[in-house]
């Protein structure tokens, strides 16, 4: 069964960039749609980006669009956030999903493979 593992949070200053990454345990995350979600404390979960299987186009949220860009690499069985110009209201806790359907999509609930998450405080 897929295991996701998140890497990369930490603390950052506002208009800095952070690398999460989103490693699986198996070789072919590469066909399953994978999506980052983040919660900040108090509120409801929210999808920010997200890539279908194969080749596909990766979504974002409007919040993070221009911002945020979502990648693979096949080789490592991993899926990235590359985040730029953060914001104090980009802290959360961020999560990657993955669907073995290889959808698309910013609905958490599509997804059956979650991360434990990791942290990102942006802060000055």
């Known amino acids: 069964q897929l295991q996701l593992a998140e890497s990369g949070g930490g603390l950052v200053q506002p208009g800095g960039s952070l690398r999460l990454s989103c490693k699986g345990s198996?070789?072919?995350?590469?066909?399953?749609?994978v999506g980052w979600f983040r919660q900040a404390p108090g509120k409801e979960r929210e999808g920010v980006a997200c890539?279908?299987?194969?080749?596909?186009?990766?979504n974002y949220a409007d919040s993070v669009k221009g911002r945020f860009t979502i990648s693979r690499d096949n080789d490592r069985n991993t899926v990235y956030l590359e985040m730029n110009s953060l914001k104090p209201e980009d802290t959360a806790v961020y999560y990657c999903?993955?669907?073995?359907?290889?959808?698309?999509?910013?609905?958490?609930?599509?997804?059956?493979?979650w991360g434990q998450g990791t942290r990102v405080t942006v802060s000055s």
């Open positions: 999903a993955a669907d073995a359907s290889g959808r698309d999509t910013l609905i958490a609930e599509s997804y059956a493979f």
């Open positions: 198996i070789r072919s995350l590469d066909y399953y749609g």
């Open positions: 890539i279908g299987g194969g080749f596909s186009i990766p």
